[in-house]
């Protein structure tokens, strides 16, 4: 698997987040319960089981809900591929959740919208190493080892590749996150060729040993080709898709 940090680079350089601020607890007792080193009182399970219940009950209310609308728009409707019925790609997905929504979204949107803003760049990047600041004795920083090309190369993948801890209760879009990793791996790329060209570099082996941060050149090159393949891209990236698979016979 990409990005398995096999010479843990994250544990040589420093990060912004060591002067941020401090999570202060204000009341002990609670965050003793929070993490469990008190049992909880009879009445305090009592109440918790009452919660789970009124929740599992509006949730079973909300689905039959949707069943029973569902079953409504089908009656006497000619049988056709709908918007919530399963994709014929074969994904599983309902039909306006996988292809239908693709197509249409390339086209309603601009190419702009599947990239992200500076400030949520920084957001994601907050666990990446730190390349300015104030310097303490002894730190030692990311610019010291690597250039900056490499490390803006190393960024983009991480930017596509490193897990976001995303809270379980905010709506995925799914497709435009796709969209937006497949769009900083195809400019990762981009400037990874323009560098191998450069400096004359004919192998991953020999750009790894030099410039290798996070991820092994090959690895997210690859899953760049095969999130273009899944998502039937190739038309779209034709170009892109040679110059890939050139680069792999070759290097």
Not at 116 to 130: F, I, M, N, S, V
């Amino acid at each position: 698997m990409a990005g398995q940090y096999d010479d843990f680079i994250d544990y040589i350089y420093c990060y912004d987040y060591d002067e941020g601020k401090a999570r202060y607890m204000d009341d002990i007792i609670k965050e003793m319960y929070r993490w469990s080193c008190f049992e909880k009182t009879e009445e305090e399970k009592t109440e918790k089981e009452k919660e789970m219940k009124e929740l599992e009950k509006l949730y079973k209310h909300e689905k039959f809900k949707k069943q029973e609308k569902l079953k409504k728009q089908m009656i006497g409707k000619p049988k056709k591929i709908g918007r919530n019925d399963p994709c014929p790609c074969g994904s599983g997905e309902k039909h306006k959740k996988c292809c239908l929504e693709r197509d249409s979204q390339i086209e309603a949107q601009p190419k702009n919208e599947f990239t992200e803003t500076l400030g949520e760049q920084k957001k994601w990047l907050r666990d990446y190493p730190a390349e300015e600041g104030v310097r303490r004795y002894g730190e030692i920083r990311i610019r010291d080892t690597f250039d900056r090309e490499s490390i803006e190369i190393d960024k983009l993948v991480y930017l596509a590749l490193h897990y976001r801890a995303i809270p379980i209760w905010r709506k995925r879009g799914r497709f435009k996150e796709g969209m937006i990793v497949k769009s900083y791996l195809i400019e990762a790329f981009e400037k990874f060729l323009s560098k191998c060209e450069k400096e004359g570099i004919d192998s991953f082996d020999e750009y790894d040993r030099k410039y290798k941060i996070h991820y092994k050149s090959k690895e997210w090159i690859e899953i760049l080709e095969s999130r273009i393949r899944k998502k039937n891209f190739e038309n779209e990236h034709e170009d892109l898709l040679k110059k890939i698979e050139n680069i792999i016979s070759s290097f």
